[in-house]
């Protein structure tokens, strides 16, 4: 006897849609390189219970002697790989950057996700620290041109006097990843010459690399000067962002961490390691162009 069927399946009810809760999404990062992984590991430690995503831009290292219009394009392309991939805040843990990009970035991701960028988390604290007002500054020639910290000091502490110092030679030093060697000390020690003669009590690190070398930049400066990096600086604001819009993580658990690179995985995991001070494991490769014309085509 021949069997008889329906002459069509029967329907199948779907799954419904697996949805992710904001909170339960990364806190996405990028900088130009791996200094920005000073940044993170103080989000790591102050934060462990959130997850992060970083990108670092290694493959257009360095971004200390860029246009601000070419930052800004820089910015937008990496802000769109990050918040393609699903992110609850982002931090642009770079200054030449923050100081090009920020005010942009913030208005055109202000209906998806907080944006925290280094230069006035840092300047609050330098007005914070400073007895005198007088306020040193070490960063790229990219950042003191944009004049971003000049700004954003006169805001916190509209009487402080702000001594910028621009280096483009620091930042690469120390990213080859290389040990602090004389060729970094008369760096340092070039940099530092001018603030000591200005008498500043408060030096702010305006380059997430250079806490690599700060204690080379304290000895230099002397221990009377306090010295104020961006790590510590963003962390604090990073919390209050999220807990501000209600986008914390639970407490207890423990976050996961992963990295993104325009560059070379292999060489962004040697020089990561040692930036993070915890374990770099996979990498994955980026093309921030490509990725822009993508989005720019759907």
């Given at each position: 006897?021949?069997?008889?069927?329906p002459?069509?399946?029967?329907?199948?009810?779907?799954?419904?849609?697996?949805?992710?809760?904001?909170?339960?999404?990364?806190?996405?990062?990028?900088?130009?390189?791996?200094?920005?992984?000073?940044?993170?590991?103080?989000?790591?430690?102050?934060?462990?219970?959130?997850?992060?995503?970083y990108?670092?831009?290694?493959?257009?290292?360095?971004?200390?002697?860029?246009s601000?219009?070419?930052?800004?394009?820089?910015?937008?392309?990496?802000?769109?790989?990050?918040?393609?991939?699903?992110?609850?805040?982002?931090?642009?843990?770079?200054?030449?950057?923050?100081?090009?990009?920020?005010?942009?970035?913030?208005?055109?991701?202000?209906?998806?996700?907080?944006?925290?960028?280094?230069?006035?988390?840092?300047?609050?604290?330098?007005?914070?620290?400073?007895?005198?007002?007088?306020?040193?500054?070490?960063?790229?020639?990219?950042?003191?041109?944009s004049?971003?910290?000049?700004?954003?000091?006169?805001?916190?502490?509209?009487g402080?006097?702000?001594?910028?110092?621009?280096?483009?030679?620091?930042?690469?030093?120390?990213?080859?990843g290389?040990?602090?060697?004389?060729?970094?000390?008369?760096?340092?020690?070039?940099?530092?010459?001018?603030?000591?003669?200005?008498?500043?009590?408060?030096v702010?690190l305006?380059?997430?690399?250079?806490?690599?070398?700060?204690?080379?930049?304290?000895?230099?400066l002397?221990r009377?000067?306090?010295?104020?990096?961006s790590?510590?600086?963003?962390?604090q604001?990073?919390?209050?962002?999220?807990?501000?819009?209600?986008?914390?993580?639970?407490?207890?658990?423990?976050?996961?961490?992963?990295?993104?690179?325009?560059?070379?995985?292999?060489?962004?995991?040697?020089?990561?390691?040692?930036?993070?001070?915890?374990?770099?494991?996979?990498?994955?490769?980026?093309?921030?162009?490509?990725?822009?014309?993508?989005?720019?085509?759907?």
């Amino acid at each position: 006897m021949t069997p008889r069927y329906p002459s069509a399946p029967p329907a199948v009810t779907p799954f419904a849609p697996v949805t992710v809760a904001r909170e339960q999404l990364p806190v996405a990062m990028f900088d130009s390189g791996v200094g920005g992984l000073t940044v993170l590991h103080e989000c790591l430690v102050s934060l462990p219970h959130e997850d992060y995503v970083y990108l670092g831009d290694t493959a257009r290292f360095p971004y200390g002697d860029r246009s601000s219009a070419e930052l800004l394009t820089f910015a937008r392309q990496l802000a769109g790989i990050l918040t393609d991939e699903g992110a609850k805040l982002l931090v642009v843990a770079c200054n030449s950057a923050t100081a090009a990009a920020l005010p942009a970035l913030r208005d055109e991701l202000s209906d998806r996700i907080p944006v925290v960028g280094v230069v006035g988390p840092e300047a609050r604290l330098a007005a914070l620290a400073s007895q005198t007002g007088k306020v040193g500054l070490l960063a790229t020639p990219a950042t003191v041109a944009s004049g971003a910290y000049e700004r954003a000091l006169a805001g916190v502490a509209p009487g402080a006097e702000l001594h910028s110092v621009a280096s483009a030679e620091l930042a690469p030093l120390i990213q080859a990843g290389g040990e602090i060697d004389h060729r970094v000390i008369a760096c340092v020690q070039g940099l530092c010459r001018p603030l000591r003669a200005a008498g500043v009590d408060t030096v702010i690190l305006g380059c997430t690399h250079y806490p690599l070398v700060r204690a080379v930049l304290q000895r230099e400066l002397g221990r009377g000067v306090t010295v104020v990096s961006s790590g510590e600086a963003i962390a604090q604001d990073v919390e209050a962002a999220l807990a501000g819009a209600r986008l914390s993580n639970r407490e207890g658990r423990r976050g996961s961490y992963r990295f993104l690179t325009s560059g070379d995985p292999e060489e962004f995991r040697r020089l990561g390691t040692r930036f993070l001070q915890l374990p770099v494991d996979q990498v994955v490769r980026v093309d921030p162009a490509a990725s822009a014309l993508r989005r720019a085509a759907a």
